[in-house]
């Protein structure tokens, strides 16, 4: 055998280099323990895919959630029956934004965690990994919520593919510790233009949608579970702007009282922002929570 030469080092340097080039594009491999950890996120990477720890979860409770009670009752009802083994549906919520989607799926995931619920969150571009994540879990103990958050589409979007062939694929059937909960601002999740209806026409006094409609209805159709949330009324937006209020200055140690002032001020903050909802709610109690807070600070704590 001849020895090395002097390019052996230089040779051994390259390959070290080319490897780490590789490690710097593998995802993390050392997994979720479920034991631990309620939550997890899919991580994608050029060679696959692995599942890490998703920390700083929203503390949200379903007593926290107002104004949504028959959505929370059917998908708290939903989760319940997948916990207990019984048939339960992939969920879609969808509606106007910050009116609580995504706070019901985590405080649901908080609520039955204890009871062996987990979540793993998917972002959009990894849904072509559905069927390895559904795999990867079919052997835990556990029962999984796959969390696609804020979804949407365009038509020619490969991720738009993959979801709709997970739902009505074999995916799920063969799985059964595995749904998706997805939230959307949008009821079909693919956008809808005034063009897509020009090609509707009428058999026999029948309307027959055109092509471009059906293939948009067709993905959330698969979702067996529709929860439709709608902009808050005046009455449903300050009750929970009242509820966050006391709830905050509770935390802070902060002496608040909700009255007909602090009822115009959170009336003319969802104004400004032209909208009432539940996220708008909660940053107006941030803002007068923080505010006394800071004020009571500045005093030496003797003032709220």
């Given amino acids: 055998m001849k020895p090395l030469g002097k390019g052996s080092g230089a040779l051994a340097d390259l390959a070290r280099q080319a490897l780490e080039r590789i490690l710097d594009v593998l995802p993390e491999t050392d997994g979720v323990d479920w034991s631990r950890h309620r939550a997890g996120r899919w991580r994608s990477g050029p060679v696959g895919g692995a599942l890490a720890p998703l920390g700083h979860l929203d503390p949200i409770e379903l007593t926290d959630l107002l104004g949504v009670d028959d959505q929370k009752a059917q998908l708290v009802a939903n989760t319940e029956q997948f916990l207990r ?154 009750r929970v702007a009242r509820h966050w209020f006391e709830r905050l200055g509770a935390d802070e140690g902060v002496a608040v009282r909700w009255d007909d002032s602090t009822r115009q001020d959170a009336l003319r903050w969802a104004l400004a922002r032209g909208v009432r909802s539940g996220r708008t709610a909660f940053h107006f109690a941030r803002q007068r929570i923080g505010a006394a807070a800071l004020a009571r600070s500045a005093d030496g704590g003797r003032s709220s």
Avoid at 113 to 118: S, T
Avoid at 132 to 142: K, Q, R
Avoid at 191 to 204: G, I, L, Q, W, Y
Wanted: net charge negative; charged share 25%.
């Fill in 85 to 238: 083994g019984f048939p339960a549906n992939n969920a879609l919520l969808w509606g106007s934004r910050g009116t609580g989607k995504s706070s019901l799926v985590h405080a649901v995931l908080n609520r039955y965690a204890p009871d062996g619920l987990r979540l793993v969150e998917v972002d959009k571009e990894a849904l072509r990994d559905v069927a390895t994540i559904v795999a990867y879990l079919d052997s835990e103990p556990y029962r999984y919520v796959l969390f696609c958050d804020d979804l949407s589409f365009e038509a020619d979007d490969a991720s738009y593919k993959a979801l709709k062939s997970a739902l009505e694929g074999s995916v799920f059937t063969q799985s059964e510790n595995v749904l998706i909960y997805a939230t959307s601002n949008r009821r079909h999740l693919l956008a809808e233009h005034m063009s897509d209806n020009t090609s509707a026409r009428h058999v026999d006094g029948e309307l027959h949608e055109a092509e471009a409609v059906e293939e948009k209805i067709s993905l959330s159709d698969r979702f067996g579970l529709w929860l439709s949330f709608y902009p808050f009324r005046q009455d449903d937006y300050l």
